[in-house]
């Protein structure tokens, strides 16, 4: 078998059942429809409403512009190839959507991380939480995120063009990924994985660590608040943060923390569907559904009373 610097895959996609592609395909672009309407809506309402210029509101526009490229980076691949059951794609193609993945998956982990640490300062310490979270705060806390995750994805997506490849060899998923393409190599991969294994750990496990830290303080701090009122309040804030938390982190682990003898399992393909396009979608959604501030905006942008 043929060894290359630049060969060409083929994505094998979600199903090889003759009968199951079209309703996949109509489920899937469905799907993907709601999530970019859902973001755009959501990003609409935040942009139109000066009552919802602030922090929170701000990092969540984030989160919902990053979501909207995170879908298209591999959805519109998965559905041709589920369309034409031709999943052919260029090493370079495939470097490209690995790069874009890499870094709104980042983008994902540190905007959460933002935000935990947004709700933090309002809860733990609300007196100095105009004097924490300044515009020009927030701002940097989100341009140094994409200074990080462009790095991290960059430095990741290069170690590959280091490497040869098998040709024409079959990739067992909808889209590029690190683990498979780590596998399709005809060159020792140990140290790529082995620095795969720090970024990630410095990338993927800090951010978490930020986020579980953050919200034991918060539960310290509201387990001090007098009031049953005054603690379900404190809680309301939070509960859509970690809803969001809670869905992107356990699809992530799904995927990603399992044994070798599973990487091809059914289930790792529905896990990555849930964190690369049904959480994604549903973000903005568990956002509007709970938050009366944004429900007021975005009935007053699509004219409903």
Not at 37 to 61: C, E, V, W
Not at 131 to 151: E, I, K, N, Q
Not at 222 to 245: D, E, F, I, N, Y
Request: net charge neutral.
């Amino acid at each position: 078998m043929n060894c290359s610097k630049n060969p060409d895959f083929v994505l094998s996609g979600l199903s090889r059942d003759p009968d199951k592609p079209q309703l996949l395909f109509g489920l899937l672009l469905a799907l993907y429809l709601l999530g970019l309407s859902g973001n755009a809506l959501l990003l609409l309402a935040i942009g139109a409403d000066l009552h919802l210029h602030t922090p929170m509101y701000f990092f969540l526009s984030q989160l919902s512009l990053v979501d909207l490229c995170f879908t298209t980076t591999t959805a519109p691949k998965m559905l041709e190839t589920l369309w034409t059951s031709n999943g052919s794609i260029s090493f370079s193609e495939c470097l490209a959507q690995l790069y874009f993945f890499a870094v709104f998956a980042n983008m994902d982990n540190l905007l959460l991380t933002a935000m935990a640490i947004d709700r933090y300062a309002a809860i733990c310490h609300p007196l100095h939480y105009p004097l924490l979270m300044t515009p020009c705060r927030c701002g940097l806390l989100v341009g140094g995120s994409w200074g990080v995750a462009h790095s991290d994805s960059l430095i990741q997506t290069l170690m590959l063009t280091r490497l040869s490849f098998y040709t024409n060899q079959e990739i067992p998923h909808f889209f590029c990924d690190f683990g498979p393409l780590f596998r399709l190599s005809c060159s020792d991969t140990h140290l790529n994985e082995d620095l795969m294994m720090v970024l990630t750990g410095l990338l993927g496990i800090s951010p978490l660590l930020c986020i579980i830290s953050s919200y034991v303080h918060i539960f310290l701090a509201v387990a001090r608040v007098p009031s049953a009122q005054g603690k379900k309040k404190a809680l309301v804030t939070c509960s859509s943060h970690l809803s969001m938390v809670i869905l992107f982190y356990s699809s992530v682990f799904a995927t990603y923390l399992k044994s070798p003898s599973a990487s091809h399992a059914s289930g790792e393909l529905g896990a990555a569907i849930m964190y690369t396009l049904v959480t994604p979608t549903l973000n903005p959604f568990i956002y509007s559904l709970r938050n009366k501030d944004v429900k007021r905006s975005l009935k007053r942008i699509l004219g409903i009373e």
